[in-house]
């Protein structure tokens, strides 16, 4: 947290700030134990290896790349508009990447926004004319990113272009195609309350405002091509493969809705009047209705908490926006529908944002009621009716009433595609599945990954406003990067040690970002792309590869320094990765957890930095068992981290060591709590087997040496 402080400091006063190391006596020392003796014990040996280290530290100096000034929007929401559009609205050329074949996201499927109650597309359509029509705003709509490589300032992505069938500057929007097509399917936009062609406009306010053909459902009969009279089908389109350079990415993907057929009490998809509040949103454009006999509805019953703050079926969390989206729907339907009764039956609450309280009271005031106690049960009373079971748990009682028409408010959930987007970018995912932060409170819209910034649902459920003031937010770190013209490069990089390279090619097959290349004069890395995982060192067999700032000589003094201090037994050496694990090691300490003082933890750039003579040497030195701990999402996948484990136990094995002496695991930020339980469990599995015998530890100084 402080490292950077410290550097900066010491460039203040002339001194190299890779000269810095830091020695975690806090989170990980006395913040983890109530005992002081065997903490300061601990201490010593931390310091130890700080010292060590630092005493084979060596002056590193930063380089400084020019950017481009482009920005890739992954998502075309409201959230990844809103960016688009205050980056070009400053002179930043943007590229606005959007699967689906037009951009709007949800927000163009609502009817209308809590708690003004103005009308969504009233809102959302000037921005969508204002995003098609500007000059450095490239909409690239039925496109998804299939690579990304590269690092802040110089990122590089490889975009397929799925075939629209249609020419979007052609295109009328006449419909002529639509209503010879002979194929008619559920319309998602619609959320399968209505149908649509194999041909069809998206929504009418749609962007681009074209016509575009449904792949998966056409029968490739094409009458629609005899139809359009401007020549606008063409049914040779093809896939189109695509590169663009850019200097940042925007991450702005959006949410889903958890599927309440899972939750199997409340009946949705046995009967046409369940409906989602989202289904409900679009009843509502098109005149409210229940759907088993169009009828209009008497009496609506919401049912909030479907899968979310649900720990067996569900999500533990709180989806946040569904509570006054009901109250929002309540509140309107009772403007459009006379004498409708309107019931939410509710778990808590929750009106926490500008103006939500007043909107809530208002709701009271104009006849909502609101029952606390989530609905148990639907059950149908009939081809029309259905009957809502619950508790309102204020006065103990049971309950149970027909209603015309049911509405479950389901969990938000992430997009999908969005872990495989993150493992691409490099970017942390959270135990509720949302891509995670910086830092919550300080780094709101930062990812772990320089000039990757996140916006809106991707982060968590949220509603419009909080969508729109992060895309705000990450444009502006966005121009803060780019607007430089410079950025600042790490110095911490892989390097080759030249006159021993015989150029094999073992550590361009390991490179995730593929920065190494082999030329005429051997291996090279290509600074720029290189992340400085050091995966690349261990597989190198003339040890002809190295890391600044986590050379071999650095690694074997801390690890030596660590080991070799006199202290509490049986000594545990945990080696961790740098940036999720160690942070999850930390939050440990942050959290007061206590876990036996016996283990120390080294710092690595990831697990694939080690070596197995990293491991033998920590064991001649003096410590009686090794942990390895990875992140998860890091550039070390679960395949290559097992692969790499079980090589190194082998190898350790090998020299007279049991293997239950090597323990490893993967870590998430977010399960920072199970590390205590890993240090404590291993601790004690150390504890039966006692210390190194002190001839195996002489054989295995001696194989060290050797």
Known sequence: MHLRTFRDLCSSEGLNPYFVEMANLREQCSWTTFDKESATDKAID???????????????????????????????????????????????KVFLIERQPSIGGHM??????????????????????ETKGHRLIELM?????????????????ALTRRPRYVNENKCTGCGECAKVCPVEVADEFEERTAS???????????????????????????????????????????????????????????????????????????????????????????????????????????????????????????????CMAAVKEAVLLRELVPNLETWIFYTDLRAAGKGYEEFYVRAMEDGVKFVRGRGAEVIPASADELIVRAEDTLIGEQLESIFDLVVLCPAILPELGSGELAERLGLHIGSDGFLLERHYKLRPVDSQNEGVFLSGCCLGPKDVRESVVEALSAASRTASLLGKGVVTI??????????????????????????????????TVRFISCIGCGICVPICPKDAIDLKNSTESQLMAEIEGVAAAPATKP??????????????????????????????????????????????????AGAD??????????????????????????TVSSRGVEPLRVFATRTTIPQYAKLASVFQTFTERIQKLGSLHPETRSKIRQLAVA
Not at 110 to 116: D, E, G, I, Q
Not at 495 to 513: A, Q
Request: glycine letters at 8%.
């Open 46 to 92: 931390i310091i130890a290896g700080a010292v060590g280290r630092a005493a084979k530290s060596e002056p590193l100096i930063p380089t400084e790349m020019k950017v481009s000034n482009d920005v890739a929007v992954i998502g075309g929401g409201v959230s990844g508009i809103c960016a688009s559009l205050e980056l070009a609205n400053q002179g930043y």
């Open 141 to 157: 709509t039925n496109t998804e990113v299939a690579t990304i490589d590269g690092s802040a300032g110089a990122y590089s992505l």
């Open 108 to 129: 163009a499927q609502l009817s209308k926004t809590y708690p003004t109650l103005d009308c969504s597309l009233c809102i959302l359509s000037p921005k969508l004319a």
């Open 196 to 322: 649509r062609k194999a041909i069809y406009l998206p929504f009418p306010q749609a962007v681009p405002n074209a016509y575009v053909v449904d792949e998966k459902n056409c029968t490739k009969c094409w009458l629609c091509v005899k139809a359009c009279k401007h020549g606008a089908i063409n049914p040779r389109e093809i896939v189109i493969e695509k590169k663009i350079e850019v200097g940042a990415i925007i991450v702005a993907t959006g949410f889903r809705l958890f599927d309440p057929s899972v939750l199997t009490q409340y009946g949705f998809g046995t009967h046409p009047n369940i409906v989602t509040n989202l289904q409900l949103e679009r009843l509502v454009e098109h005149g409210i209705y229940r759907p088993s006999d169009r009828k209009t509805p008497r009496k609506i019953a919401w049912i909030l908490c479907v899968g979310s703050r649900d720990s067996r079926n569900g999500q533990l969390y709180c989806s946040k926006i569904c």
């Open 490 to 523: 790490s110095p911490e990089k892989a390097y080759v040690i030249s006159d021993r390279c015989d150029s094999c090619g073992e550590c361009v097959k390991v490179c995730p970002t593929r920065a190494i290349e082999i030329l005429p004069s051997g291996a």
């Open 625 to 650: 068992g090794v942990i390895l701990i990875e992140g998860e999402g890091t550039v070390l996948g679960e395949e290559a981290f097992r692969v790499r484990v079980s090589e190194i136990r082998k």
């Open 571 to 620: 000594k545990i050496v945990a080696f961790i990765e740098a940036t999720s694990a160690y942070t999850a090691c930390d939050l440990v300490g942050l959290a007061r957890k206590q876990y036996p003082t016996n283990v120390r933890v080294i710092k690595v750039p990831s697990i694939g930095r080690l070596h197995a003579r990293h491991l033998i040497t920590a064991l001649a």
